[in-house]
């Protein structure tokens, strides 16, 4: 077994004189049995190990029996549930940091249908429905990636202050310059005058 690429088995068969290769069932019948229990590695329905409840269980390699599809389902089901409530917990997170983030309403409509299909899962699931919970919980699962990983989403993301600060300081100091400018001017006016009060208020008093 070959982690991320599968796995290997090497055949050693004697070469016809005639020409030609032929491989017997019965030739391949161990390589395809070590392909089978690759293949249930990779579901995940593993044969469970020391289980002293299970009386019987199907050998690795005679492929997948009822139970164990079940309990691959339900497994999905639980992972899903599990994945679809992390991402609207993290996108709650996210939308709360941000408190100026701006929710498209095709946003809100994936988040209010990934809930919808998660509280659906939940119900099926405590109902002992199990497909439709495994079903309902892939639907959720897959409306909060779509919300959290929406183009608008992602881009507030990269969108903090100072850039905002970068963007709109070339924008309002043009302006802001003569009105600040205008108002140092006013109030050195305003300063020189109310001296020029209190030097006549004093000359008055002297007369």
């Not at 701006?102 to 199990?130: P, Y």
């Not at 919980?137 to 970068?166: G, Q």
Request: aromatic fraction near 6%; charge should be negative; glycine fraction near 6%.
């Amino acid at each position: 077994l070959i982690s991320n690429w599968g796995g290997v088995s090497i055949l050693n068969t004697p070469h016809p004189k005639e020409g030609g290769l032929s491989v017997s069932l019965e030739e391949l019948q161990a390589p395809m049995e070590h392909y089978v229990g690759l293949l249930r590695q990779l579901l995940g329905v593993d044969t469970p190990q020391q289980a002293l409840w299970v009386k019987a269980l199907t050998e690795p390699h005679r492929g997948v029996s009822e139970w164990q599809l079940l309990a691959l389902e339900r497994n999905l089901a639980l992972a899903r549930m599990a994945s679809s409530r992390k991402t609207l917990v993290s996108l709650e997170g996210l939308v709360t940091s941000i408190p100026n983030m701006i929710i498209h309403d095709e946003t809100a409509s994936q988040v209010s249908i990934a809930i919808s299909h998660l509280l659906s899962a939940e119900r099926a699931w405590a109902g002992g429905n199990f497909s439709q919970a495994s079903s309902e919980a892939a639907m959720a699962d897959n409306m909060a990636e779509c919300s959290f990983f929406h183009p608008t989403m992602l881009s507030m993301l990269y969108f903090p202050d100072d850039h905002k600060l970068a963007i709109y300081i070339p924008y309002f100091v043009p302006v802001l310059l003569p009105v600040l400018v205008a108002l140092l001017r006013e109030g050195k006016a305003a300063i020189q005058e109310s001296k020029e009060e209190r030097v006549r208020a004093e000359a008055k008093k002297d007369d």
